[in-house]
């Protein structure tokens, strides 16, 4: 089968870690770097380097950060095309907006800190005070590995540091801070099944426990609480492979975020298992499986 990725960065180790678990089983691997490529409104529709992709079994989205109208317009165009996605594009930036995440989970009643999106700077200190009071944390809407994230001791602390950063976005997210010690809990969920599981502590210093920002992780069972609620929180967003972040408060989890692009090289080297080989085995099924609703289409049609 023909397999191809979208990303900003081929070269990242998860990417390159999915590659080559597909071309030892005798994939064709195909990478399409973001700023390489294009989006047309005619046949062909995707072009890379100038030239048409050409047919492609199945496709993995790797929404990050950078250049989201583009990601978003090539997976449409595959979409149309009825290209295999390991993840639709309306799951994808569903997980990548945090308050649209939370408030997934919290009408599907998964617990989640209590949240509140804030336009401007008038509206933040009423938004602490109604998600518990200070301290709290404060995040951007989207956003990854920590970056953007901080922790306001008190309110008078988080007006003066959100006048530094307002000149980047004007919403952000207002957050009850959850006392953990510094630690969260990664689960990778794949295809409806924990695959992997790590326990993250923060460095010192630093209340965000994200690997990229100097973290440790040692790798865990994780419990039937943990991994169900886990699995729910994947469903609820959509998501066939997700990063699903919990945080444990009075004895009780409850999810901070749900990754639809997670990283791959950490948690393989914290845990010991190839998450590579689950993730390329959920790929092959998505063919499967949309070769068998596109049967069952035919024959209704028929």
Known sequence: MRFAIITSDPGLESCQLLAAEATSRGHQWVDLELLRLAVRTTQPTLLHDGLEVGHLDAVIIRLGARFPGLVEAAGRA????????????ESLLAAQDKMTTLQKLSAAGLPVPQSELVRDLDQLEAAIERVGGAPVVIKPLSGSQG?????????????????????????FIVQQYIECGGQDTRILVIDGQVVAAMQRTAPAGDFRSNLHRGGSAIGIEPSNDMKSLALEASHHMGLR??????????????????????????????????????????????????????????????
Do not use: K
Request: negative net charge; charged residues 25%.
């Open 241 to 302: 492979c997700a990063g699903v972040d919990l945080i444990e408060e009075d004895g009780q989890y409850l999810v901070l975020e749900v990754n639809g692009s997670p990283g791959l090289q950490g948690i393989a080297r914290t845990t010991g298992v190839d998450v590579a080989s689950h993730w390329i085995d959920a790929l092959e099924r998505t063919v499967e499986d949309s070769t068998v609703d596109t049967e069952g289409r035919s024959r209704e049609q028929v």
């Open 78 to 89: 595959l979409e149309h095309q009825r290209v295999a996605l390991l993840d639709g594009v």
């Open 147 to 171: 970056r953007g994230v901080i922790l306001a001791e008190r309110a008078s602390t988080a007006v003066s540091m959100m006048e530094s950063v307002l000149f980047q976005s004007r919403e």
